[in-house]
């Protein structure tokens, strides 16, 4: 069953929010299937609008370019995720208990459905831990942080950062802690079925469950330390 969320995003990453039309979700959500396919080299605006029987014109009236869409199409992720976990964490007390719930949010894809028609949060994971890095690794990163781009990225940063603070308002390096709980969530399982030799995890089909107890074992090592 599907629901009307709607993630609240830059408005500077968008000409106008495809969450708000018919054709807009459209291409959310043939853009996370075609990137998911082809790779985000290999996409256009072109064989997007082909797949949804639509002009390139009209795609470009929501982006300037594909790679304000990639930004969009993670930030909509990072901020799916925080919601997430804001919902998982209701009425939880406990501390290590919320970070332990955080991590389980981040990594379990299989249960990620967002129940928004039009995006299959499965294959946006995909899209993120496969593509995600390329929002970001770009040679102007500095102005399109000046401008917001990644602010979806750095609140899920600093959700995390705020449970760390919560173990233990001493530990020196909470932002530096979330940042690599953040990336090592995608990096790993990018690893895994790629690079296999940088990583534990092995690709048994547990994948997910090995890397929950990896950065559960990487944080609480951090924190519980001497």
């Known amino acids: ?117 039009f995006v299959n949060s499965e294959t946006l994971h995909r899209i993120v831990i496969s593509e995600a890095t390329k929002a970001y690794h770009v040679k102007n990163v500095d102005e399109e942080n000046r401008e917001g781009y990644y602010l979806s990225y750095k609140g899920l940063s600093h959700k995390l950062a705020s449970i760390v603070k919560e173990i233990d308002p001493r530990f020196p390096y909470p932002n530096s802690l979330a940042s690599n709980l953040l990336e090592m969530a995608s990096h790993h399982l990018y690893f895994s079925r790629h690079l296999p030799s940088l990583t534990e995890l092995k690709g048994e089909g547990d994948e997910e469950a090995q890397l929950v107890e990896l950065l559960r074992f990487f944080s609480f090592g951090l924190l519980d330390r001497p």
């Open 1 to 117: 069953m599907s629901v009307s969320i709607q993630m609240k995003l830059n408005e500077k990453l968008f000409l106008r929010d495809p969450q708000d039309t018919r054709l807009g979700k459209q291409i959310i959500e043939f853009g996370i299937l075609l990137i998911d396919e082809i790779g985000f080299e290999g996409f256009t605006f072109k064989k997007l609008a082909e797949r949804i029987g639509s002009t390139e014109a009209s795609v470009y009236r929501y982006f300037e370019n594909k790679h304000l869409f990639l930004v969009y199409l993670v930030s909509w992720y990072w901020e799916w995720m925080r919601y997430r976990i804001d919902i998982r964490l209701t009425n939880v007390q406990d501390p290590r208990e919320k970070l332990k719930i955080a991590i389980q949010t981040l990594v379990d894809s299989t249960q990620a459905s967002s129940s928004v028609s």
